[in-house]
C-alpha cells in the first residue's frame, strides 16, 4: 500500500479532505500522514473507507467527525467533538481531548490517553470510549447506548439522565447525575473492560473498575418525581 | 309587603376575564394531575398574523399582469451563498421538518410524493431519514438536531440540503418530546431508545455552544459534503433581528425562522402558548437583519408558523422571505381534523375516536396520544392505514398547487412578473399591531407605529 502525506502549512485542508473522501476510496493509498495540522479545524472528517490516516500534532475542532470505517491517529491533543457521531473504525488521541469528545457516536471506537473535557460521550449512540486519564463534568450525559470506560476520575454529574449506555470508571467519581446509579461489576462487565482496554493499548486491572447505569426513574413521566433532578 | 332580591341574569352569569371556564379548567385539571398539559399543534391564542394585512392591488398608479394568461414566475432558489448545488424549487412553499415518529412512515412518504410532484422539497425531523421519504422526495432537506437521534454520515451524503436545527417557533429553547406510545420498535431503533421511553429529546447540541462553535460545526458539514450542498439554520422566532444576524455570521446559506404559530407533535401547552413571537414579527426582523449585513439575496429566508393560504404565502414573499415551509396545514390537507378518513376505496366515519380522546374534529391537538383517529400522527399500526400515501399525495398537491395559484394571482394583480418581486410597499396592515409588527403603514394612513408620522 501506498503512503502518502499532506502539509497543511502548504496546502489547504479542502484538499486534504478531498483525497481522503475520493482518492482513499480507490484503495492503493493506505496510509496518510497529515503534517502541521496546527489546530485546524475539521481534519479527516466524514470518511467511509478503511485508511490509517495520522495526524502529527494538534488537530481542531470536529477532528475524525462522523468517521465510519477508517482509523484516524492524533499525536498531539485534540479539539471539542473529536470523532463525534463516530459510526465505525477508531479515532486514537494520544494527547489530551476537548468537550465533547464521542459526542453521539453510533459506533467505533474513540480512544484518549490524556484527560477530555466536559461531556466526554454526551448523547453517545453505540461508541465505545477509553479515556486513559479522567473526565470533566457532564460526562455521558443523556448516553444511549455503548461503553465509556475511564481509568482516572470522573467529574460531577457523570451520566445524568442515562439511558443504556454502561459507564466503566476506575477513579473516583466527583458525583452521579440524575438516575445514574452503581451497580455491581459482573463477569461480562470484567470481559467488556478487559476487552477494550486492550483495543485502546492501556494497561489497568478491569477488577479496578465500578460500573454505573441507569436508574430508569426518568424513563416515563412522573408527577411525584417533582422535579428534583 | 316583601321585597325580593331582583335578579339579573346576565349579571348572576357574568363570566370572569381572568377566570374564564378555560381558566378554570386549566386549574382544577393542574390540581388533579400535578402535571402540566402536553399536546399537539401550534398556538392557539388570537395573534397578530398575515389575516391582518392586505395587498394594494395594482390600479391607476401600478400596472397589473393579465391573471391567466400572462406569466408570473415561482422558481425559487436556495442556498446560493456558498453551495456548489443550490436547491432550485419550482414554488417557494416547502414542507415544514416533521419526524418519522411524530409522522407515520405512510405520511412521511405522502409528503415527498406530493412535494416530488409540485417540484419543491420536503424535510426530515428528529428521528433521522427514512428509506421510504428518501425515495419518494426528489429534494430533501435533512435536519441536523440537538438529540442526533438517527443522525448519520450516510444520510448527510444522500441529502439535497442539511438543516441545522436550533429551534422551533412552538418551543424556543427546548427539546423534542415524543411520548411512549409513539415509540414503536422501529422508531426506537432508529432513535437508539429503549421502546416505549417517553423519550425528551435534548435541547442543546452535543458538539457546539455558540455562534463560533456553529461556524465551526457547519464548515465540518461542508467539508463532509464536500461544499456542495447548502446549509439551513433554523431558528424559533425570539430575538430574530439577533439570532438571524448571528446564523449568517455563522456561514448559513440560508436561514429558517418559524414563528410561535408553529406547530408541534408534543410539547407543554404553557410552551407553545408563551414563548416565542408571531410570525409577523418575525419576518419583519429577519429581513431588517438581512439587510443590515447587505446579505438580502444572498441568504435566503424560509418562514415558517403559521402559513396556511396563498395569501399567506404572497404576504410572507412580500415581506420579504424566499420561501415558505408549512407543517400545520400540510397535515390538515391529509385529513388532519377530518370527520372522515378513506381506506379500502370509501369514506369512514372517524369521530367516535376522536371522541374517545375526548375531543371531536376541528378541535383535535392529540398527536402526542399516537391515537389520530385519521391515521396521520401516529405509529400505530392500524391507524397508520389510515392514510395511504398516494391518497395523502393526492390531496397534498391539490394544497400547494392551490397555494401557488393563489400566490401567481396575488402576485399578478400587483404587477408582478415574478412572485420574488412582490415587496413590502405593496402592503398595508388593517391594525396597528400588525402595521407596527410588519413594519408596512396602517390602511390608509402612510403611519408605521415606532417610526414616527
Request: aromatic share 6%; proline share 4%.
Amino acid at each position: 500500500m501506498e503512503r502518502l502525506t499532506f502539509d497543511l502549512a502548504a496546502q489547504p485542508l479542502r484538499e486534504l479532505n478531498t483525497f481522503l473522501h475520493t482518492g482513499a476510496k480507490e484503495g492503493k493509498v493506505g496510509h496518510v500522514t497529515v503534517l502541521n495540522p496546527d489546530g485546524a479545524h475539521n481534519i479527516a472528517v466524514g470518511l467511509d473507507c478503511p485508511i490509517n490516516v495520522e495526524v502529527v500534532g494538534h488537530a481542531g475542532y470536529y477532528a475524525g467527525g462522523m468517521n465510519k470505517a477508517a482509523t484516524v491517529t492524533i499525536t498531539g491533543s485534540a479539539g471539542t467533538g473529536v470523532a463525534e457521531n463516530m459510526m465505525s473504525g477508531k479515532v486514537h488521541v494520544k494527547g489530551f481531548a476537548s468537550n465533547g469528545a464521542g459526542a453521539s457516536a453510533h459506533g467505533g471506537l474513540l480512544v484518549i490517553e490524556g484527560d477530555a473535557g466536559l461531556r466526554c460521550g454526551i448523547s453517545l449512540k453505540g461508541g465505545n470510549i477509553v479515556v486513559g486519564g479522567s473526565v470533566g463534568s457532564f460526562s455521558a450525559f443523556m448516553a444511549q447506548a455503548g461503553r465509556m470506560v475511564i481509568c482516572g476520575n470522573a467529574g460531577d454529574a457523570l451520566g445524568d439522565s442515562l439511558y443504556e449506555a454502561v459507564l466503566y470508571v476506575k477513579g473516583t467519581v466527583k458525583s452521579l447525575g440524575a438516575d445514574a446509579q452503581y451497580e455491581p461489576m459482573t463477569d461480562e462487565d470484567i470481559d467488556a473492560v478487559a476487552s477494550l482496554l486492550d483495543q485502546a493499548g492501556l494497561d489497568h486491572d478491569p477488577k479496578a473498575f465500578r460500573r454505573i447505569a441507569s436508574k430508569r426513574s426518568l424513563y416515563h413521566w412522573n408527577a411525584d418525581a417533582n422535579q428534583e433532578y | 309587603m316583601e321585597t325580593k332580591p331582583v335578579q339579573f341574569k346576565n349579571l348572576s352569569r357574568e363570566e370572569s376575564y381572568g377566570y374564564d371556564r378555560k381558566t378554570l379548567d386549566y386549574i382544577r385539571n393542574a390540581a388533579a394531575h400535578g402535571l402540566y398539559e402536553i399536546r399537539g399543534m401550534g398556538a392557539k391564542r388570537k395573534l397578530p398574523n398575515f389575516d391582518d394585512l392586505v395587498f394594494l392591488g395594482a390600479s391607476m398608479s401600478r400596472y397589473p399582469l393579465e391573471g391567466y394568461r400572462e406569466k408570473c414566475i415561482t422558481k425559487t432558489l436556495l442556498g446560493t451563498r456558498f453551495a456548489k448545488k443550490p436547491i432550485e424549487l419550482d414554488i417557494p412553499i416547502t414542507v415544514a421538518g416533521m419526524s418519522f415518529g411524530a409522522l407515520s412512515a405512510n405520511v412521511k412518504e405522502a409528503l415527498g410524493l406530493a412535494a416530488t410532484e409540485m417540484g419543491t422539497s420536503t424535510t426530515t425531523g428528529d428521528g433521522g431519514m427514512t428509506p421510504e421519504e428518501r425515495r419518494s422526495s426528489k429534494i430533501l432537506v435533512y435536519q441536523c438536531l440537538p438529540s442526533r437521534y438517527g443522525f448519520n454520515p450516510d444520510d448527510v451524503r444522500k441529502a439535497d440540503a442539511i438543516e441545522v436545527v436550533i429551534g422551533q417557533g412552538a418551543k424556543p429553547g427546548g427539546g423534542g418530546m415524543l411520548l411512549g406510545q409513539k415509540v414503536n420498535p422501529r422508531v426506537a431503533k432508529m432513535r437508539t431508545l429503549p421502546e416505549g421511553v417517553d423519550q425528551r429529546s435534548a435541547c442543546r447540541h452535543p458538539d457546539w455552544t455558540g455562534p463560533d462553535d456553529l461556524a465551526i460545526k457547519i464548515q465540518e458539514l461542508r467539508e463532509i459534503t464536500d461544499w456542495e450542498k447548502p446549509i439551513y439554520v433554523k431558528v424559533g422566532a425570539t430575538r430574530t433581528f439577533n439570532d438571524v444576524k448571528l446564523a449568517v455570521h455563522s456561514g448559513a446559506d440560508v436561514v429558517v425562522v418559524d414563528g410561535m404559530q408553529g406547530g408541534t407533535a408534543a410539547t407543554q401547552t404553557c410552551f407553545i402558548e408563551h414563548v416565542g413571537i408571531p410570525t409577523l414579527a418575525a419576518v419583519r426582523q429577519a429581513v431588517n437583519a438581512l439587510e443590515d449585513l447587505d446579505m438580502k439575496g444572498k441568504v435566503q429566508l424560509i418562514v415558517s408558523g403559521g402559513i396556511r393560504t396563498g395569501a399567506d404565502v404572497a404576504k410572507a414573499l412580500a415581506m420579504g422571505a424566499d420561501a415558505v415551509a408549512i407543517g400545520q396545514g400540510v397535515l390538515v390537507a391529509l385529513g388532519c381534523n377530518g370527520e372522515t378518513y378513506f381506506q379500502n376505496g370509501g369514506h369512514h366515519d372517524a369521530i367516535a375516536d376522536y371522541n374517545a380522546l375526548g375531543t371531536t374534529p376541528g378541535f383535535c391537538h392529540h398527536c402526542h396520544t399516537g391515537k389520530c383517529p385519521v391515521g396521520i400522527t401516529t405509529q400505530d399500526a392500524m391507524l397508520e392505514q389510515r392514510l395511504s400515501p398516494a391518497v395523502g399525495a393526492k390531496h397534498l398537491k391539490n394544497y400547494l398547487k392551490t397555494l401557488n395559484m393563489e400566490l401567481t394571482t396575488i402576485a399578478r394583480a400587483c404587477g408582478k412578473q415574478n412572485v420574488h418581486h412582490l415587496e413590502p410597499e405593496d402592503l398595508v396592515a388593517l391594525t396597528i399591531e400588525a402595521a407596527a409588527m410588519a413594519g408596512v403603514p396602517l390602511a390608509g394612513t402612510n403611519w408605521i407605529p415606532g417610526r414616527g408620522f
